[in-house]
């Protein structure tokens, strides 16, 4: 049976996150080690810079995202019952269970290449707890992007979000989040529009 881990020290839990193995990283370096990159190409890197993203299927990268996905966005995981419904609507129960278990597997084996993430599992969803030694730019913006003083523009520069996944289930959150950027963008604009801080306004509107 699965059952949820939680044993890194670095790791806290938000109070909007109350009853839930939902962990967020306190901090997390900008660098193509030990990360993975949502925005702009799919991207995953080794604690040591390797690019490991052949590593992830299709499948196991739709996964990867859906349940980082739920675990910034609403701050409840992935439901095992929601996952099995968007993969295998029309399966026998017996044959949903042991593909899930087949999948839920392979992408332990490809998170075990990424130090301080780990895949939990708890009442009846799987959701992402994080460490300070691991960066995902999803998250970070999640977290961030109602700060004052939080710049998106390393992140958003390098393309949208999930601009290398052409999946329906995901056009959703990919609405929402340009629509995100794209309201803070216009700000960021404006407030260098009053220093006359031309550069950045080109960034803004690159």
């Not at 029309?90 to 301080?116: C, F, H, T």
């Not at 599992?121 to 730019?137: I, V």
Request: include cysteine.
């Amino acid at each position: 049976p699965e059952v949820a881990q939680n044993t890194d020290s670095n790791m806290i839990q938000t109070k909007e996150q109350l009853n839930l193995s939902i962990i967020i990283p306190k901090k997390a370096e900008k660098e193509k080690r030990n990360a993975v990159l949502l925005f702009g190409k799919f991207s995953a890197f080794d604690e040591k810079g390797t690019d490991i993203s052949h590593l992830f299927s299709p499948q196991i990268r739709f996964v990867f995202i859906q349940i980082m996905i739920e675990t910034f966005s609403k701050n409840q995981g992935l439901s095992s019952t929601l996952l099995s419904s968007i993969l295998w609507p029309n399966e026998e129960p017996q044959k949903i269970k042991n593909r899930k278990g087949v999948l839920i597997s392979a992408l332990r084996k490809v998170v075990m290449y990424l130090k301080g993430i780990e895949l939990n599992y708890l009442n009846g969803s799987y959701s992402f707890a994080l460490s300070e030694n691991f960066y995902c730019d999803y998250a970070e913006f999640m977290m961030h992007k109602d700060e004052a003083g939080f710049d998106i523009l390393p992140i958003v520069e390098k393309g949208d979000f999930l601009e290398s996944c052409n999946t329906s289930e995901q056009d959703n959150i990919k609405g929402e989040i340009d629509s995100v950027v794209l309201e803070i963008l216009e700000k960021e604009i404006m407030k260098a529009y009053l220093v006359n801080d031309f550069a950045r306004i080109s960034r803004c509107a690159a």
